[in-house]
């Protein structure tokens, strides 16, 4: 069953004081390198405290292989909503033995609600965002529930909706950071290049922001990176960044 959410009111001094420690985090280590974000967040900060999110999808190694380098053992999730191409799952197997990471954690939509919500597996056809809770906010809540911060991948260059994007950010009670939020196109190029980092197979066929496949299509010519996601749509995000995963991990079952 899906978790109840608790009053955004009952957490509001727990949110606002891990904004301020987020916002601090921010000034202080918000200039240095990834690779420097990264061990400082996962050694000193967060130490054994934090995860890694990860979709495996198009610009996931070069997180992925920082992370390996610091950390092989920093747990790493992978939420598995059920609708991932298979070249996205045969690409995950592939980069974390690439990688020598040895703790995934596969997370899946909880099976009674998907039941009661989504029977048939069709309800992306009618309410996207529906899907999204079930099949993507409601597991990650689960998580990163025992976590005090994770990594993810995000960049500002990925879609206007990204163009202020902070290194650390508040999400309920724990702390979000995007260790390549400054990055460039040419940075993420660059370092592949450099590292000889596999793409995933999809990159090849125009996708360059993959999810899963029925809402997912090719990017045409001078689009943003996310713009054949929910082609079509308004929908800009699945869920997982934005506030309704702040109510997610605030439930008083997290």
Same mark, same amino acid.
């Given at each position: 069953?899906?978790?109840?959410?608790?009053?955004? @009111?009952?957490?509001?001094?727990?949110?606002?004081?891990?904004?301020?420690?987020?916002?601090?985090? @921010?000034?202080?280590?918000?200039?240095?390198?990834?690779?420097?974000?990264?061990?400082?967040?996962?050694?000193?900060?967060?130490?054994?405290?934090?995860?890694?999110?990860?979709?495996?999808?198009?610009?996931?190694?070069?997180?992925?292989?920082?992370?390996?380098?610091? @950390?092989?053992?920093?747990?790493?999730?992978?939420?598995?909503?059920?609708?991932?191409?298979?070249?996205?799952?045969?690409?995950?197997?592939?980069?974390?033995?690439?990688?020598?990471?040895?703790?995934?954690?596969?997370?899946?939509?909880?099976?009674?609600?998907?039941?009661?919500?989504?029977?048939?597996?069709?309800?992306?056809?009618?309410?996207?965002?529906?899907?999204?809770?079930?099949?993507?906010?409601?597991?990650?809540?689960?998580?990163?529930?025992?976590?005090?911060?994770?990594?993810?991948?995000?960049?500002?260059?990925?879609?206007?909706?990204?163009?202020?994007?902070?290194?650390?950010?508040?999400?309920?009670?724990?702390?979000?950071?995007?260790?390549?939020?400054?990055?460039?196109?040419?940075?993420?190029?660059?370092?592949?290049?450099?590292?000889?980092?596999?793409?995933?197979?999809?990159?090849?066929?125009?996708?360059?922001?993959?999810?899963?496949?029925?809402?997912?299509?090719?990017?045409?010519?001078?689009?943003?990176?996310?713009?054949?996601?929910?082609?079509?749509?308004?929908?800009?995000?699945?869920?997982?960044?934005?506030?309704?995963?702040?109510?997610?991990?605030?439930?008083?079952?997290?």
């Amino acid at each position: 069953m899906l978790a109840k959410p608790r009053p955004l @009111d009952h957490i509001a001094d727990v949110d606002d004081g891990i904004a301020a420690k987020a916002a601090g985090f @921010d000034a202080l280590y918000g200039h240095l390198s990834p690779i420097e974000l990264i061990e400082r967040s996962a050694n000193d900060l967060f130490h054994d405290e934090i995860a890694a999110v990860s979709s495996f999808g198009a610009d996931s190694a070069v997180l992925l292989h920082m992370i390996a380098k610091i @950390d092989r053992t920093l747990p790493v999730i992978f939420l598995d909503t059920g609708k991932h191409f298979e070249e996205t799952l045969g690409y995950r197997d592939a980069l974390v033995a690439d990688f020598g990471l040895t703790n995934i954690r596969v997370i899946k939509p909880d099976e009674a609600a998907l039941e009661r919500i989504d029977p048939t597996g069709n309800l992306h056809q009618n309410n996207t965002d529906a899907c999204c809770d079930v099949r993507k906010v409601e597991p990650l809540a689960r998580g990163v529930a025992p976590f005090r911060a994770w990594f993810t991948g995000r960049k500002r260059f990925q879609a206007s909706t990204r163009a202020a994007l902070p290194v650390f950010e508040a999400v309920g009670p724990r702390i979000r950071i995007n260790p390549l939020a400054h990055w460039t196109t040419s940075d993420q190029a660059d370092y592949m290049r450099a590292h000889a980092l596999r793409e995933n197979p999809l990159v090849a066929y125009g996708y360059l922001s993959i999810g899963c496949f029925p809402c997912t299509q090719p990017v045409q010519p001078g689009e943003d990176a996310r713009s054949g996601r929910w082609a079509g749509h308004a929908k800009t995000e699945c869920g997982i960044h934005l506030s309704g995963l702040e109510v997610s991990l605030t439930d008083a079952s997290l």
